[in-house]
């Protein structure tokens, strides 16, 4: 049971994907209420980029008469100061540095950070109000354009996809639920916001290395046997690796600093690759597509409960670049009752302040 239980469920943007990647997932993370322990890499990264890129716009929000980009800035990275894998820090500072400056002359006024909302879902048949689910999510930002009066709304996101213009990221997004149910939720708010604007933060690729040690102006290769090599004429140091013939390039691991000259470098030379923002329309015709395709998934959901049925998707568990989270559960390999990997609650959707 979960506390949804005697009002109507909230359908998120989380467990609509859920529900529409594999149906075991959805009655495992939100009928049964499970959730894996560890936090994946990519995951953290994106949680954390969305407590400074929050701290950074809460900064904002304070101050709009005297906007201050530096004090924002260093709210931002605060937010992120706790994280404990220095590498991970320091992509996440990297990242947000470039962004406060980026953006730094953008023209809003902030109305609203972290704004969370619940819409009626309605049968787009009939205008009629679910009896069994409400929409529910948060606002990232939300936003008035000050030239113009418009308001809008801002949704954060961090990738590893080409967000380069013209990409199928793009493309995709006309596609996209949660914005079109976003319009919804920030209409439910009392905004009529006129668009969403996307805000995309290419995740850097680059990963911590290794430096190899030099000496006397040359790299250090040794032998089998630790002795320093030299070249075939033995007038130089020699200053590759080669492992068949048993000599080894001496290295040291990468400093956070030195990670971050080279990340610092790298969103430099091209900035369109790590920070991209695009304003995303809907027109009535593509609301209602979205608001169909929402209710069918409500009502797929309700079918399956109905049936006691919950089929596994096996092409689903590795669509996310990873296994699922219950990979090893499906796979016969672990039990949900394994509390060192599993922990179940009663609040489905801890992303929302109060589950209701
Ligand atoms: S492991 Fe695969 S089948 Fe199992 S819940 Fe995840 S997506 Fe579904």
Redo the contacts with the bound molecule.
């Keep these: 049971m979960t506390t949804e239980s005697k009002d109507l469920q909230l359908l998120t943007q989380s467990r609509l994907g859920a529900a529409r990647?594999?149906?075991?997932?959805h009655h495992?993370k939100y009928e049964l209420g499970y959730s894996a322990i560890v936090e994946l890499g990519a995951r953290r990264f994106g949680t954390l980029m969305h407590k400074g890129l929050e701290a950074l716009w809460r900064a904002r929000q304070a101050g709009t008469e005297t906007y201050n980009p530096e004090g924002a800035l260093d709210a931002a990275l605060a937010a992120v100061a706790e994280e404990a894998d220095p590498f991970e820090r320091v992509k996440a500072e990297v990242l947000l540095t470039a962004y406060a400056s980026r953006w730094s002359d953008d023209q809003y006024e902030v109305l609203g950070v972290e704004v969370q909302f619940e819409a009626e879902l309605r049968n787009p048949s009939t205008g009629a109000a679910s009896r069994t689910w409400k929409l529910a999510g948060k606002l990232d930002v939300i936003l008035r354009e000050l030239a113009t009066g418009r308001v809008v709304f801002m949704e954060h996101k961090t990738s590893s996809e080409d967000i380069t213009p013209g990409s199928h990221y793009w493309r995709r997004l006309r596609m996209d639920t949660q914005v079109s149910v976003y319009f919804e939720g920030s209409r439910s708010l009392g905004f009529d916001a006129e668009a969403c604007v996307y805000d995309v933060l290419g995740k850097p690729q680059i990963r911590p290395s290794s430096i190899p040690l030099v000496e006397d102006g040359a790299k250090v290769v040794i032998d089998a046997n630790g002795a320093r090599v030299r070249t075939k004429d033995g007038k130089k140091w020699r200053e590759t690796g080669d492992a068949a013939a048993g000599y080894f390039l001496q290295t040291r691991p990468e400093t956070p600093e030195e990670y971050r000259a080279r990340l610092v470098e790298a969103v430099a030379a091209e900035p369109e690759r790590y920070l991209a923002r695009g304003e995303v329309v809907r027109l009535d015709s593509e609301m209602s597509d979205a608001l169909q395709d929402v209710w069918d998934t409500g009502k797929q959901i309700q079918e399956a409960k109905v049936a006691k049925r919950a089929p596994?998707?096996?092409s689903?568990?590795m669509?996310w670049n990873r296994?699922?989270?219950?990979?090893e559960?499906?796979?016969g390999a672990a039990s949900l009752d394994d509390a060192s990997q599993f922990t179940r609650s009663d609040n489905v959707h801890p992303e929302l302040a109060k589950a209701s």
């Design positions: 990647a594999c149906q075991r997932l495992i596994r998707n096996p689903a568990c669509q296994a699922c989270d219950f990979f559960v499906c796979s």
